[in-house]
C-alpha cells in the first residue's frame, strides 16, 4: 500500500469516528430511525475491531467482509470450484451476456480462480444477478447512453460496495452515493478506494456538507458516502437508479418506510430491490413487500434461463400470483407470516425475492 492510500484510509477512520459520535448526539431525538435496528446493532459489535486496525491491514479488507455478506476465504479453500459453478446458478446468469456485464472478483478478492480465467464466489453471483436483472430488463442501455448530463445512482446499504464498483465501472458517466450506517461505510469507502484509486470521493464531514451535496458539486465525485441519518438532505437531488440488496430487511419498520417515502419522491428512474420479507431475526420490521405495495407498482424477478423469450411475460405472471396471494391473506384462505412474537427457532426462513419498481401514480396511491 502506498502513503497516498494510507492517507485516504486514515481519513476515512478519522470521519467514520466523527460521524459515530455525531449519531449518538442524534440517537437521543429520533432514536427509531438513526440507530440502527436492535438485530443489526448485534452484528455491529462484532466487527467495531475494523477501527482499531492499521491502515495497512486495510489492503486485505475483503477478508473482512463476511460480517456483511457472510463470504469467507474458507470456502474457496476448501470448496470444489467445479460444483460451485454446477450449483450457484452463476452459468445461467451470464449465458449470452455481453462481456462487458460479466463481473469477476477484483484482484485481492477471495474465490475460485477457473481455468477460463473467471475469479468468482458466492458475492460475485449476488452482485451478477443484479447486473444480469439490469442489463436483461433494458435498464442498463439507458444508464450507459451517451450523455452529457451526468447521472446520479443511489444505494441504501451499500454493504462493503461490491455492487458499487461493478456499477461505477459499466455505467462510468456517474455519480454513485452510498447511504449507510457509520460502521458499514467504514467497509464500503476503503474497500472502493483500494480498487478504484483514480476515482475521486467525497466522505461525508459536517464541515463542509451542505456545500458538497449541492447540484453542480455532487456530480464532481465519482463515490460518494453519507451516513443513514443525513439522507434526507439528499432530498433535492433526482436519481436514475436506486438500489437496496438485502438492507431492508435488516431495519425497523419505521426506517424502511422513511426510506421508501424518499425513493418514493426523488427516484425519476427504477429502484431495484433485492430481499426478504422480512429477516426471521429481526423482530421490528413487519412485511416488505406490503409496504413496497402501498407505493410502488412491482414487477417481481424469477429464476429463469437467459435468453428465454418469455421471461417478461412470467414476471408478469408473478406478479399476478402475488396479487392472488394478497388477496387470500386478506380474505383470510391464507395465513400471513407473523413476526415479533415467535421464538426465532420457529420463524420460517423466507426466500428473497427479487423486484423492479416504479412509484404509483399520484391518483393511485392517494387511494391505498
Known amino acids: ?17 466523527a460521524m459515530l459520535k455525531e449519531r449518538q448526539l442524534l440517537e437521543n431525538k429520533d432514536e427509531t430511525i438513526v440507530s440502527p435496528s436492535n438485530y443489526w446493532s ?3 459489535s462484532y466487527f467495531d475491531y475494523l477501527l482499531d486496525l ?20 474458507q470456502t474457496y479453500y476448501f470448496g470444489d470450484p467445479e460444483n460451485f459453478m454446477k450449483t450457484s446458478g452463476l452459468i445461467a446468469l451470464t449465458k449470452d451476456l455481453p462481456s462487458t456485464y460479466v463481473l469477476n472478483e477484483p484482484e485481492g478478492g477471495i474465490g ?4 477460463n480465467g473467471r475469479f468468482v464466489s458466492l458475492d460475485i453471483v449476488r452482485y451478477q444477478r443484479v447486473v444480469s436483472t439490469l442489463y436483461r430488463y433494458g435498464i442498463l442501455s439507458e444508464l450507459t447512453k451517451d450523455s452529457k448530463q451526468r447521472r446520479l445512482m443511489l444505494e441504501i446499504g451499500g454493504g462493503y460496495g461490491g455492487v458499487a464498483h461493478h456499477l461505477s465501472n459499466i455505467c462510468r458517466n456517474t455519480t454513485y452515493i452510498l ?13 472502493l478506494v483500494l480498487h478504484n484509486p483514480e476515482k475521486k470521493i467525497y466522505m461525508y464531514d459536517s464541515s463542509d456538507y451542505t456545500r458538497a451535496i449541492q447540484q453542480g458539486v455532487i456530480e464532481s465525485y ?18 436514475d437508479l436506486v438500489l437496496n440488496i438485502a438492507s431492508f430487511q435488516e431495519m425497523r ?4 418506510e422513511a426510506n421508501l417515502d424518499f425513493i418514493l419522491n426523488t427516484c425519476t428512474g427504477v429502484f431495484y430491490s433485492f430481499n426478504r420479507d422480512h429477516q426471521p431475526r429481526n423482530k421490528e420490521l413487519s412485511n416488505l413487500s406490503d409496504l413496497f405495495r402501498q407505493r410502488f407498482e ?3 424477478m424469477q429464476d429463469w434461463e437467459p435468453g428465454n423469450e418469455e421471461r417478461i411475460t412470467s414476471a408478469l405472471m408473478s406478479k399476478f400470483r402475488g396479487i392472488l396471494r394478497d388477496l387470500a391473506m386478506f380474505l383470510g384462505f391464507l395465513e400471513r407470516p407473523k413476526w415479533g412474537g415467535a421464538s426465532s427457532n420457529n420463524t420460517p426462513s423466507l426466500p428473497y425475492r427479487e423486484y423492479l419498481c416504479k412509484p404509483l401514480t399520484k391518483n393511485a396511491n392517494a387511494t391505498k
Not at 492499521?54 to 476465504?73: A, V, W
Not at 447511504?179 to 474497500?191: G, I, M, R, W
Not at 419498520?253 to 424502511?256: D, E, I, R
Open 42 to 44: 448485534d452484528f455491529c
Open 112 to 115: 475460485f480462480r477457473l481455468d
Open 54 to 73: 492499521s491502515e495497512e491491514s486495510f489492503g486485505k479488507i475483503r477478508l473482512h467482509t463476511y460480517h456483511l455478506t457472510g463470504d469467507n476465504y
Open 179 to 191: 447511504v449507510d450506517l457509520p460502521e458499514t461505510l467504514l467497509f464500503a469507502a476503503s474497500y
Open 222 to 239: 465519482d463515490f460518494v458516502f453519507i451516513p443513514n441519518y443525513k439522507l434526507e438532505s439528499l432530498s433535492h437531488l433526482r436519481y
Open 298 to 300: 412491482l414487477v417481481e
Open 1 to 17: 500500500m502506498d502513503d497516498k492510500t494510507r492517507s485516504k484510509i486514515r481519513d476515512i477512520k478519522s470521519k467514520i469516528a
Open 253 to 256: 419498520t419505521a426506517q424502511v
